[in-house]
């Protein structure tokens, strides 16, 4: 008798789940800006209502934080490699491992700096009413939970 149930209880908790996946995409995917919805001018543009002037110098803007980000995931992937030998040798490199480390450290510092310093460049475009959107649209996105 209890093997006649399994069948519709276990089916009935798959569509559940379905459901509340797909009700949680729909209702809370639009209200959370992803963080590279931050970096898509064409997004922000249509989301703070930007003049042609702010618009390109956003764009100027996010350009050199690629530059600068590209720089330090190089240094920190370069660390990285090296890190890895360390912990490679017979030895198990200890030394050479926390240089590693620290320099892993320092180049995602240099990271998150440069982002930070953007967003404060950023702010510094916009007008108050766009500032505080903006403002609000990061919070979101820093936030909340972020989504696989």
Excluded at 101 to 115: D, I, K, P
Aim: glycine share 4%; charged share 30%; proline share 2%.
């Amino acid at each position: 008798m209890n093997r006649a149930w399994i069948v519709p209880v276990l089916s009935a908790l798959a569509g559940g789940l379905v459901a509340y996946g797909v009700a949680r995409q729909t209702v809370c995917g639009r209200f959370a800006p992803r963080t590279d919805r931050l970096e898509d001018t064409s997004f922000l543009s249509k989301e703070l209502g930007l003049s042609e002037e702010q618009t390109t110098d956003i764009r100027r803007l996010h350009a050199a934080l690629a530059a600068q980000v590209d720089g330090s995931c190089a240094r920190h992937c370069a660390a990285r490699v090296r890190l890895a030998r360390a912990l490679a040798a017979d030895s198990n490199g200890t030394e050479q491992a926390d240089v590693a480390l620290a320099e892993m450290c320092r180049a995602y510092e240099q990271s998150e700096r440069a982002a930070l310093e953007r967003i404060r460049q950023v702010r510094a475009v916009l007008t108050e009413e766009q500032r505080r959107r903006f403002d609000a649209m990061i919070s979101r996105c820093t936030c909340e939970r972020k989504k696989p």
